[in-house]
T-cell receptor
Framework: GAVVSQHPSRVICKSGTSVKIECRSLDFQATTMFWYRQFPKKSLMLMATSNEGSKATYEQGVEKDKFLINHASLTLSTLTVTSAHPEDSSFYIC??????????????FGPGTRLTVL | ELKVEQNPLFLSMQEGKNYTIYCNYSTTSDRLYWYRQDPGKSLESLFVLLSNGAVKQEGRLMASLDTKARLSTLHITAAVHDLSATYFCAVGAGTALIFGKGTTLSVSS
């Protein structure tokens, strides 16, 4: 199956700093990438959908100025959490789809990034 | 707006017994997925169900889809400890996926 990587896997930062998380599709070109957030023992919440070369579409309630998403190439999307605060601490998971990796809109999930804001 | 409901949310299973997780969704969709998540890990794809009556099996897990009832089931046969995890169903909505709340399974001997 298609492989998606995320970096870093774990990050601890101070309140007020910005953190960038990378999501890469390693063996296919992802026309669409998705960013999810998961709180402990909760489900995945879709934050935004990004298509290569265009602006991300954010879900209702997600601050686009706080969670900056860039999908500059068919293999890389980045999520930048700006001016992070402790309430932004969460598990962030990206997924990638399109590009012929699947014939039925399947998304391939990255391993996740655990963000802790002190 | 598509809503996905899973039940039960928690399931304490005895080794060797059979159990079923249910996933209901509110509007028509062309695909449904089941995922497994271990603590601290990301999602592992288990099944993709695309058509009414679809049934897929892998080991002790079997998933089925009834698009008319908007219901999918994940059946566990003869539970073993290795199956302890959280299981999510997710329903396609355009290119996006809407997830259920997840069912946490715990298997004890």
């Amino acid at each position: 199956g298609a492989v998606v990587s995320q970096h870093p896997s774990r990050v601890i930062c101070k309140s007020g700093t910005s953190v960038k998380i990378e999501c890469r599709s390693l063996d296919f070109q992802a026309t669409t990438m998705f960013w999810y957030r998961q709180f402990p023992k909760k489900s995945l919440m879709l934050m935004a959908t990004s298509n290569e070369g265009s602006k991300a579409t954010y879900e209702q309630g997600v601050e686009k100025d706080k969670f900056l998403i860039n999908h500059a190439s068919l293999t890389l999307s980045t999520l930048t959490v700006t001016s992070a605060h402790p309430e932004d601490s969460s598990f962030y998971i990206c997924s990638a789809g399109g590009g012929g990796a699947s014939s039925y809109n399947e998304q391939f999930f990255g391993p996740g990034t655990r963000l802790t804001v002190l | 707006e598509l809503k996905v409901e899973q039940n039960p949310l928690f399931l304490s299973m005895q080794e060797g017994k059979n159990y079923t997780i249910y996933c209901n969704y509110s509007t028509t969709s062309d695909r449904l997925y089941w995922y497994r998540q271990d603590p601290g890990k990301s999602l592992e794809s288990l099944f993709v169900l695309l058509s009414n009556g679809a049934v897929k099996q892998e080991g002790r897990l079997m998933a089925s889809l009834d698009t008319k009832a908007r219901l999918s089931t994940l059946h566990i046969t003869a539970a073993v400890h290795d199956l302890s995890a959280t299981y999510f169903c997710a329903v396609g909505a355009g290119t996006a996926l809407i997830f259920g709340k997840g069912t946490t399974l715990s298997v004890s001997s």
